[in-house]
């Protein structure tokens, strides 16, 4: 098993450039989420889905967009990209939800907007 | 409002000694808590999990935490200090609001001098 799988690793991009962020993972996980982490700070929630085909909004949303056609793809979409972006951002998957089961992490990705 | 307060953002101690990563919690219901560590260029990994069983929480590499609902700590602690546990370490707890939501600490940076 590859576990979960992200590309690419680093990226730089321009103001107002778009991109994709892709995940995926090989465990059949219902589960999968986005994550950005900033400098010094936690993970925060950007988008998680339950199943293929539902997706939801986490904690900081703005400025992205998911969507769920099967259950081992999870990409993340960036529009109109802007400096606030600039982070990593980490896809994870769990078998069921977090009150239960454990996260599975990808190795994720630095982006940087300039 | 639910936070998590990792008390120390770097802690240095030397191989072969004890370490205590500090981590508090408010909270208006009885969380589930984790540590996960990320190693350096890699993604989080879980060490261990509270959900409601067992206070003292063994995890893997020879962790273990201990819940204190009356302090509202979930502190790590391993006995003796090994340089692969180089990393950081986060304390994560659940969220009372949503299901699919965990509230990350900020971070500490543990250091193993030789």
């Known amino acids: 098993n590859a576990g979960v799988t992200q590309t690419p690793k680093f990226r730089i991009l321009k103001i107002g450039q778009s991109m994709t962020l892709q995940c995926a993972q090989d465990?059949?996980?219902?589960?999968m989420y986005w994550y950005r982490q900033d400098p010094g700070m936690g993970l925060k929630l950007i988008y998680y889905?339950?199943?293929?085909?539902?997706?939801d909004k986490g904690e900081v949303p703005n400025g992205y967009n998911v969507s769920r056609s099967t259950t081992e793809d999870f990409p993340l979409r960036l529009e109109l990209a802007a400096p606030s972006q600039t982070s990593v951002y980490f896809c994870?998957?769990?078998?069921?939800?977090?009150?239960?089961?454990?996260?599975?992490f990808g190795p994720g990705t630095r982006l940087t907007v300039l | 409002a639910q936070s998590v307060t990792q008390l120390d953002s770097h802690v240095s101690v030397s191989e072969g000694t004890p370490v205590l990563l500090r981590c508090n919690y408010s909270?208006?219901?009885?969380?589930?808590l984790f540590w996960y560590v990320q190693h350096p260029n890699k993604g989080l990994q879980l060490l261990l999990k509270?959900?409601?069983?067992a206070t003292l929480v063994k995890g893997i590499n020879g962790f273990e935490a201990e819940f204190k609902k009356s302090e509202t700590s979930f502190h790590l602690t391993k006995p003796s200090a090994h340089m692969s546990d180089a990393a950081e370490y986060f304390c994560?707890?659940?969220?009372?609001?949503?299901?699919?939501?965990?509230?990350w600490g900020a971070g500490t940076k543990l250091i193993i001098k030789p």
């Open positions: 994870a998957s769990s078998p069921g939800d977090w009150h239960t089961d454990t996260q599975y």
């Open positions: 465990m059949n996980h219902n589960y």
């Open positions: 889905s339950v199943g293929a085909g539902i997706t």
């Open positions: 909270s208006s219901y009885s969380p589930s």
């Open positions: 509270y959900t409601s069983a």
């Open positions: 994560v707890v659940t969220s009372a609001w949503s299901l699919y939501q965990l509230i």
